[in-house]
Each structure stands twice: as structure tokens, then as C-alpha cells.
């Protein structure tokens, strides 16, 4: 199946900057399909898994794409399977990043987008050029031979599953994590809440942290709980207003720094204090 790309060019008329921005809002990156199959060393990256599902006016499946935005906006529809043989490794490990490139062209059609490898990366993240997104990174351990062998890892490198999106509004989508992590070790003196109040925290692909549930305290220790890297505010420390279970108020702060969750005042022994609605943007 060939390749689309939507939308490039229309009309003399019509502004080509604006027709750039069809996924509005949404960053560049892979968003369907490029699903890795080996074979020796062969790599081959095919839709059939996490492909953009095309359907006739029934609901009918007809086929699968592959799907990314480019750094300019502009949406390609890979219908082909794409194929590159892999060096085989020696004595060191190795990883490889997979690429798709695409200039926008100020033509009717545009230009088609390429693929290729970039081998040897290191440990960090690739450098890409302003015409270039990540599909994935192959890693690759010693004495590597075939794709098939122990030790081979493909990872996608998808920047946004469409599906988990809830809303969009004002060119912002908000991202559901299904699953949220409870909180099960508390300083001195605090306990997890009860029933479905248990105390536990998520971060959708925005960066931004939410506290949910409740938890008891049995001391007037103000320190609650730490959270985790990756899940601690940006600022050196955040401010959040909180409710007990008599209505009370009370501040808390976040460390952004430790992650040290505590009171700035000092807590009520046996009260059960709610930590709904408190959000931040996280430093990872």
C-alpha cells in the first residue's frame, strides 16, 4: 500500500503553514504501527499490531497503517512494510536508532519520507536533524548474529497513544493512566486510609503528577510520605491545601528535591486527611 501525506498542499490559496498542523496540538513523533519483526538480521517494521485502523462505513477493518507526525507537522500514512539489515555485533553491545525522515515540500503531494538506521548511538538519546523523528531503539548484545537471539530488544518509541485520550480542548489533551501506585511505606505515625480512599499518586505523558486518597495519622509527625524520582514537583517546593475529615484545612509541601511529603503545621492525631486534588508538573 503506498504512502499518504496528509496534508501537505492544497490550493495556490490556501496558507501551507496552516495546512502543516492537522493533529493540532500534538507533538512530532510515532503514533501507530512500526511494529518490529525479525528474521537472521533482518529487521522489518510492519502495521498489523498498533497499525491506524482504515474502515469502510461499516466499521469494517480494511487495513492497518503506520502512522507519525513530522517535526513540521505533517502527517504521514505508511502503508508498506519497511526493511533494514543490521549490522551484527562483536565484542561490545550495541544500540541503534530508527529513524523517519521528511522535508515538507511546498508541492502538491509533497515529498515522500524515508527511513533509515543510525547505528551506534551509545547510551543517550539520538541526535536527530530538524527533518527527523524516533521509531524505535534496537538494542543489541554481544556477539549478536541474529535478531532472534537472546538479548535483542525493540523498543517503540511511541510518543502518544490517541486512544487513551479522554478530551481535547484548546489544543491540550489530557492523557489516562489506567493503573495509579499506591503509597504502602509511610513515615513514622501514618497509615494508608481505607477502602477505595487508599492513598496513591499517577503522572500522565504531560509530565504532571495527581495525589489521590487518604491517610491516617496516629502521631503529630508532620513528614506523611516521600514520592519517588520522577514523580516529585519542579519547583524546589510545592504548596497544596488538603481537608481532613471534620473540613479542616491544612497546608502541605512537596519537596521537589526529596520528595518529602509533610504538614507545615503540625497534623491531628487520629484524623484521616484527604490528598484529592493536588497536581503538579514534575521535574523528570
Known sequence: MAQD??????????????NRHTLTGTPAGLYFGFDANFSGMEL????????FEETDINGVVLSRRGLFKS????????????????APTTSTTRRDAIVASHAYQNIIGGGAATYSVKPNIGSGEPILSPYEVLLGILELPINCTSLTQSGVR????????LNTITSLVAGKYDIVQPTSINVNTFDAGWNAGFGNALLRYRRDQR??????????????NANVFVLPAGYRPQQA?????IVDNSGGLHVVNISGITG???????????????????AFFTNA
Not at 154 to 161: F, G, K, N, T
Not at 207 to 220: I, K, N
Open 207 to 220: 509530565g504532571r503528577v495527581y495525589l489521590e486518597g487518604s491517610a491516617e495519622c496516629q502521631t503529630t
Open 44 to 51: 522489518r517494521l510492519n502495521h498489523a499490531g498498533t497499525g
Open 237 to 241: 517546593n510545592h504548596r497544596s491545601v
Open 5 to 18: 501525506r496528509s496534508i501537505e498542499f492544497k490550493q495556490p490559496d490556501a496558507s501551507y503553514k496552516m
Open 154 to 161: 525493540y523498543v517503540r518509541r511511541q510518543i502518544l497513544d
Open 260 to 278: 518529602q511529603v509533610s504538614f507545615a503545621g503540625t497534623p491531628v492525631v487520629n484524623e484521616i486527611y484527604w490528598f484529592n486534588n493536588i
Open 71 to 86: 517535526r513540521q507537522g505533517v502527517v504521514v500514512l505508511e502503508g508498506s512494510d519497511v526493511t533494514f539489515t543490521i
